[in-house]
């Protein structure tokens, strides 16, 4: 399990990756690669190793959409099921976090929420955790609509 969020933006972590695809190991690598460096020999790459269980990603912002969805696309056409995909969601304004999940859901890569958080210990509001709990409890995110689920909470 590895925590270096930026093991694609060097050679090193590169050879590393290339060196993983030719032995017998189950990585993760659990902080989120960056999608901005996937191209087509990245995900060549990355379609050779043995995944623990998600290859992910992040979205902050909704200008990332696009990104991820042309890295998600390279990986596909690598050889990498839809499945495997993930995606961290930062939420910091729900509405557009709610354009981001459900666009990533449309393509078959599986969000996950994670309300913001500021550098001087600001909690999340009590919106950006309602919203994360209806993303990643997967069986509500599946099962009804977010205004569904938000008009519960405003009875």
């Given at each position: 399990v590895f925590m270096d969020n930026n093991v694609l933006?060097?050679?090193?972590?590169?050879?590393?990756?290339?060196?993983m695809g030719n032995e017998k190991v189950w990585v993760d690598f659990n902080q989120g690669l960056d999608a901005r460096l996937i191209d087509k020999d990245v995900a060549q790459l990355l379609a050779r190793l043995h995944w623990i269980r998600f290859i992910r990603v992040a979205c902050d912002t909704i200008s990332m959409v696009p990104v991820v969805i042309d890295a998600a696309q390279k990986m596909v056409n690598a050889g990498i099921s839809r499945s495997r995909l993930w995606c961290y969601v930062l939420v910091q304004n729900v509405k557009q976090a709610h354009k981001i999940v459900t666009t990533l859901d449309k393509w078959g890569i599986t969000p996950f929420a994670q309300p913001y958080r500021d550098y001087d210990g600001g909690e999340p509001t009590e919106e950006q955790k309602h919203f994360a709990r209806w993303v990643n409890c997967k069986q509500l995110f599946k099962s009804c609509s977010w205004d569904a689920y938000d008009r519960r909470r405003q009875i």
């Open positions: 933006g060097c050679d090193h972590g590169l050879q590393q990756i290339e060196e």
